[in-house]
């Protein structure tokens, strides 16, 4: 790698060709404040934060954009260079909103907090800020143009990490604006509810829509059994919003945070994962006898329906894929429906009165809980969905120390779980998931791979295959013998969009699909702790396996609530209660709303 | 001065130069041009002090030689006829009249860099020229054709932004999406249009540079002054006896420009179009045009006592905050807050000390913003209210 020696600051430096001003200004621990950047993001130097001064040029140069070049002699602290931050700071904050003690943002906003540090003047200049009504048609996403400072990081995350492109950047000069097609609400357009705006938004301009106010009255509500489920990320999530370090552990401190705030029964999303498992294991099984022993015309590859975010997506982009996807509710969708049928059945609770309740590293799982078919209960399975960060909120708001709350169990039943289930939370973990127990159903034996770990699924490439052959079947799966299962594991809404052209040109031959939409899977989901980038993904991720390497129970199918579920309820896997209650359609939408 | 003496004066003026409007044998530029090595073009371009005449006046030759040593899969070469700049209108007459001049300039500028496809970026609103234009490329690529030259030249039309004449947003603009000027570097001439190298060049730079192969750079350098070599074409308005476009030698005082153009009673003269510098009456006599001086894209804008420079500045600041391409804040932001500002302080909303803040501001705009758009708003807005600050606080 051809190298070029700097100055920041009369430092020497030597960085590789083609760093950025701003990363070579990191390697001499001088930081430099930007706004409009984002390690997940392409460049886009409009913000103009991070400006810094060159000796010999008239202009500042935007550090996150230019290159260090050989012999540059950069300045990061002169003047001229404070000056010209603080302006622009005082420029952004007169087109900001500044509501600064009522924003669901407070605190964790990168705009507040540069303000304060350089003690910039909110009222400066002339107040500019675009006051359009606050967009909350959405059950997901509230945008409010007054608090956008036009840093772009949504759209460039809409379009680069997803593909969709449903926020752009419309007009010019002072009516420069983020908004969507023909200006639509956000219900109305191609958005897929996934919140990665929301992550990368550097103030409030975009936010989830919080029930919290919704679900703090069903708890308060004597007339009312709140349960509660929590989704595999939100456990190594949560302390990290709770000011933990990023992949730190919480399932039991949340479990005991829920308790204390008053919900009725506390259960874990893990377990209709794992139900997940055996539901979709059998579809694929069953698919798979289909196309090869009765030469039916089924939809393969068979895909995950899992993420929510990833279903909207393809009823938009791909309609004419969507028999290729799995039956199979959502395991939030999956629960939401036992816990008013089967759930409420063995506890004797009157499912008219019972609030559902689930706590979810996800935005999209808002609007999923709110799709008109999600009621097989006979009435809405999911009430309110709740993201990590709201729950982050509740537990401050009741004043509870979390880090020193000591551990306790998920109620029973539908409380139990294994490392199966966890693992859903991350990229390649429902693959995972599947084949640990598909290859057993078929085989007798555990998947070859050591300690049940399937390195080529896990990791945050993009787009991951793997191949695995099964033999030694038995009897009644012979027609499998000596096949090779291809799987391939996409995260990312643009990695989904690529692999599906894959596979439409014929260019891509898979058995099983699993799609997630969000960067890294629900570890890095749009309802989760902000800031998100490579590295803390990476170490929530670690944490999702960890967690699921310390479980004693790592199969889905070894499940005793599972074993007990389909032993006095569901009795078979696709049964007619599955039908009924565990397995859903979907709905072609049009690709430009 | 009488009317009959100014006209006399002007004649004398444009005898010394008369190059762009004069008809000239374009396919013998042509021949010529192709005659000397690519490298000989070049060195002549930058001897003969060539400077972009859109307005910025970045040395040509240097732009080509950056073009030619680059390198990629196909170069480009761009004629920005975005002409888009307040006051500005010669570049019209220019193609109006001597589009052969320009496109034997692209010519000779895709031989020398190594470029095989020309693009005319025509300004939306000069649609009216598109199909004659086009019908003249088409003539003179059958001319190409016929004599074995790798190159073809076509017409594009903007869509009506003023920041597209910004040559990476106009690139940007080509390509199909926003006109939103790109981060820098790289520049277009090691990676401009499609990725490739590509030369952007004002439709004047381009016509001076077939007077300049036909006549050498000695002649055009022994018009204008050492700094500011060769001629230029002004587009003349405002409170005028005589106003149009004329071409003159760089290097007049604006006080013998006044002289010529001026009603009598010239208070102001706004040099380079609203994004230039407006010169007072007590500096007409030491303000040289040129780049030793007033730099000016050509636009002359004359205003008399009648005028109000509040309303001139008002008038351009309407005009910058609607056209920013709103991407970067100092310029988005900034433009808004200038305008939002005179107009506070006018009403007596603001006190007369804010215009000092203002002035703050569009010195940050000048060194902060991403692009010549933002960066240039300091210089009306800053020489106006220096200048005026009475007419605009009152």
Redesign the interface.
Known sequence: MEKVTLTINDKKVTVDKGTTILNAAKQVGVRIPTLCHHEDLC?A?????C?VEQKGT???V?SC???AAEGMQIYTNTK?VR??RK??IE??L??HAGECTSCYRSGNCELQALAQEYLADGD???D?ADRSPIDISSPAIVKDDSKC??CLRCVRTCAELQGVSALW?V??????KVSTFMNKPMHYVVCTNCGQCINRCPTGALTERNYIEDVWAAIDDPQVHVVVQTAPAVRVGLGEALGMEPGAIVTGKMVAALKALGFNSVLDTDFTADLTIIEEGTELLLRLKEALVEKKNVALPMMTSCSPGWIKFIEHQYPELLDNLSTCKSPQQMFGALAKTYYAKKKGIDPARMISVSIMPCTAKKFEAARPEMNSSGFRDVDYVLTTRELAHMIRQAGIDFRSLPEEKYDSIMGESTGAAVIFGTTGGVMEAALRTAYEIVTGREVPFKNLNIEPVRGMEGIKSAKIKIENVKDEWKFLEGAELSVAVAHGLANADKLMKEIKSGKANFHFIEIMACPGGCIGGGGQPIPTSPEIRKKRADAIYVADSSLPLRKSHDNPEIKLIYEEFLHEPLGHHSHELLHTHYTPRRSRA | MSVSDKNKLLEKMQERVNLIFKDTDCGAILAKGLSMKPDDIINMVTDSGLRGRGGAGFPTGIKWRGAASASGNKKYVICNADEGEPGTFKDRRILDEQSDKVITGMAICAYAVGASEGYIYLRGEYNFLKDKLQSNCDRWNKIFNSKGINFSVNVRSGSGAYVCGEETALIESMEGNRGEPRNKPPFPVGAGYMNEPTVVNNVETLAYVATIIEKGADYFKSIGTKDSMGGKVFSVSGDCSVKGVYELPLGMTIEEFVNIFGDGDTKAVQVGGASGVCVPRKNFATTVIGFEGVPTGGSMMLFNSSRSMYHVLKNFLEFFEEESCGQCTPCRVGCQQLLKGIEAIRAGEKPMSYLDELRKLAATMSVASKCGLGQSVASPFNSITEHFREEICY
């Open positions: 460049i130097g409009n913000c103009r934060v400006v008239r202009a500042l935007a954009a230019v290159p001229k000056e010209a302006t622009i420029l952004l007169s087109e400066k200049f002339i500019v400072i036009r950047s007009n010019k000069g002072n009516h420069t």
